[in-house]
């Protein structure tokens, strides 16, 4: 029988954006408890949504960013295996996955298809003895492991820069790494990749489609189906779409993001979005690049 799972999250650096507000809130109007893990005080946070100390699943010493792009997802992606591994009965879920329905599984086992090729890891559950999460775990421990997808050509450019002493550290490697790149393969390794969700479970929203959160003339439902249990909203790329496209980065009242804003009671001008700083506005907004 399916029981009840704990949704988990992790919140790093900063204030919550109204982005993030609803994602977390949508879980508690779901009736699904949700805990934030922080590594300091986070201001507006949304009521019913439980803190902890994220320092008891990683201490916070050296930080792991992503060279090109600065982003904290390398952290991210170790935090979750580790906390996979302490606790039977949580479901990762990253602060930009909207919650359509409660998460629940019958073996433990909780993630989806992004696309044709790769499993995401944006809500990802695996039990305390899943062979993939031994498998991510052994491979995170080394921060200049080469991954065995890459490549022959690659691994043995990789291989000479180790001998030569220059090792390729894993912040320098492609975005996705340690997290979908390193799931999918851990997956399909160990065969639990049969576990995984169709794709309109988890991402209904392809990467491309972003736009359509802000325009008017779409709902949710045009997207989900009654196997979806939630929307990927795309973090980072939606903050900056919305930041660079719409008046004080504030989405029109009638378009889906408008609307759920409305249904979970989230004033957006009350906690805005974060300034863009220099890269990110000289970005452009492509399909290309999906490092959200």
């Known amino acids: 029988m399916s029981k009840d799972y704990t949704i988990a999250a992790l919140w790093i650096d900063g204030s919550l954006s109204y982005l993030e507000q609803l994602c977390l809130k949508s879980f508690v109007d779901a009736g699904q408890h949700i805990r934030l893990y922080t590594y300091h005080a986070v201001e507006k946070v949304p009521e019913g949504v439980e803190i902890a100390d994220a320092n ?4 916070s010493e050296n930080f792991l ?9 390398l952290h991210s992606d170790l ?12 479901i990762w879920a990253d602060t930009d996955a909207y919650c359509v329905k409660p998460f629940t599984t019958e073996n433990g086992h909780f993630y989806g298809w992004e696309s044709e090729d790769n499993v995401n890891g944006g809500v990802l559950g695996l039990p305390p003895d899943s062979e993939t999460l031994r498998e991510l775990l052994e491979f995170t421990r080394d921060e200049f492991s ?3 997808w890459f490549n022959k050509v690659r ?3 990789m291989r000479a820069a180790h001998e030569a002493g220059k090792p390729v550290h894993v912040s320098e490697m492609p975005w996705g790494v340690w997290g979908p790149l390193a ?3 851990f997956l399909r390794k160990t065969g639990e990749i049969r576990f995984a969700l169709p ?5 209904p929203m392809h990467f491309g489609d972003r736009r359509k959160l802000i325009y008017k003339g779409y709902k949710l439902s045009d997207f989900c189906t009654d196997e979806t249990f939630s929307i990927h909203l795309y973090g980072r790329r939606t903050r900056r779409l919305l930041s660079k496209r719409l008046k004080n980065g504030v989405p029109p009242v009638r378009s889906i993001l408008g609307r759920l804003l409305q249904k979970h009671g989230i004033d957006p001008t009350a906690a805005p979005l974060p300034r863009l700083n220099p890269d990110d506005l000289a970005e452009d907004d492509d399909d290309n690049n999906a490092d959200a």
């Open 56 to 59: 008891e699943i990683l201490p």
């Open 65 to 73: 960013t992503h060279e090109r792009t600065g982003s904290l997802a």
């Open 79 to 90: 935090f979750r295996y580790h906390l996979l591994t302490r606790h039977d009965d949580v």
């Open 146 to 148: 080469i991954p065995d």
């Open 155 to 157: 691994k043995a450019e």
């Open 183 to 185: 799931i999918t393969h």
């Open 199 to 203: 794709r309109e479970a988890l991402y």
